[in-house]
């Protein structure tokens, strides 16, 4: 029988696979400070310890300003950790569940991204997921890496949540509506992941090693996922100090941040839908799901 481990246990996708892989049975999940990804000697005796037959790894360094001043920890925990997990798992025969980001391409393709685009992170976050990808691929170990977008959950700090707080906090909000892409659930990626692990089980199956994109189906802007959240936080029984006319649309260059996002963060799935038989959802059928748990209690 397979053997799980999971790192990054408190962060959004680390906490739905949890839910999504207990089902599975012998999941062991870990968090930072049972397995500092810092360190290598840390991991090793971690992987030492549990020997798993599959390392899905979730944990990341994933504050993106933060990163353009603290290279060496983005880097190290999103470009060198994945690659002494996949080392391990490549000497084991263990099977490693990746993830990456849309930020390591630059965002100037007019179509969504397929997983052989070229890729040109423009900030440091996108460029140390970016080596961290060659890192796994590299390895030599059974891999799936799923390149995901805008992600967000009950679970952990998002865009959703920043937005459903400043909405109670403010009566006007400014929000870029000049870069496009698809808010995906954390639940959504642990559910996904969920399958993968089961078709990676299963030793008769093809090898699907590999890249995939996975985000909701659709797509926005970050102006436009925030109407969303504003439009359903109104119908259910948030008190807000705004109303949906008060979101005003700007410009990236209205909102300078120190790391550069890509305008287009659209990422083409057919590839993971294909391969894994897997459906994916409307993109706004995750965020009005997520508010729903967010919600006040209805008396
Ligand atoms: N969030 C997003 O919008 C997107 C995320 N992704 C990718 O998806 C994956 C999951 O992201 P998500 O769940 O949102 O990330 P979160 O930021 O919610 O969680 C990341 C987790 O990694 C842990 N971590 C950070 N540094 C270390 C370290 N040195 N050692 C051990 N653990 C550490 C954090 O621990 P602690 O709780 O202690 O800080 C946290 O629990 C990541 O690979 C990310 O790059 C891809 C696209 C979008
Ligand atoms: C809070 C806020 C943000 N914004 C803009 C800034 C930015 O362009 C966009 C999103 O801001 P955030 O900082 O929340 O999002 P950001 O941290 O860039 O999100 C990214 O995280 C990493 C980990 C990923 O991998 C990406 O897929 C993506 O989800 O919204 C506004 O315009 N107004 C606001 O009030
Ligand atoms: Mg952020």
């Not at 078709?199 to 995939?212: A, Q």
Request: with cysteine; proline share 5%; glycine share 8%.
């Amino acid at each position: 029988m397979s053997s799980v481990l999971v790192t990054g246990a408190n962060g959004q996708v680390g906490f739905e696979l949890q839910r999504s892989l207990a089902p599975l049975g012998n999941v062991v999940a870990v968090t930072r400070a049972e397995m500092d990804l810092a360190n290598e000697a840390s991991i090793l005796s971690v992987l030492e310890e549990h020997k798993p037959s599959i390392i899905v790894n979730p944990a990341a360094y994933t504050a993106v300003d933060r990163a353009e001043s603290e290279r060496e920890q983005a880097m190290a925990v999103n470009a060198a950790a994945p690659g002494v997990l996949a080392r391990w798992a490549a000497d084991r025969g263990a099977y490693l569940v990746h993830y990456s980001t849309d930020y390591v391409f630059d965002g100037t393709k007019a179509d969504a991204y397929v997983e052989t685009d070229p890729v040109n992170p423009q900030s440091v976050y996108g460029e140390s997921k970016w080596l961290g990808e060659k890192a796994v691929r590299s390895s030599g170990a059974g891999h799936v890496i799923l390149r995901t977008s805008w992600v967000y959950g009950h679970h952990g700090n998002n865009f959703l949540k920043t937005i459903l707080r400043l909405a109670q906090e403010r009566n006007s909000l400014n929000i870029v509506a000049d870069q496009i892409g698809a808010p995906t659930s954390a639940a959504l990626i642990a559910d996904v992941t969920r399958g993968v692990v089961e078709f990676v089980s299963r030793s008769e199956g093809p090898d699907v090693s590999g890249t995939y994109h996975l985000s909701a189906q659709g797509n926005t802007s970050w102006y436009g996922y925030a109407e969303q959240i504003v439009r359903e936080a109104l119908t259910k029984n948030f008190t807000l100090a705004l109303q949906l006319d008060a979101l005003k649309p700007i410009t990236t260059a209205d909102y300078p941040t120190p790391a550069k996002r890509p305008q287009n963060s659209r990422l083409n799935c057919a590839k993971l839908m294909d391969c894994f038989d897997l459906p994916l959802p409307a993109w706004q059928e995750g965020v009005n799901d997520v508010i729903g748990r967010l919600a006040p209690a209805a008396h």
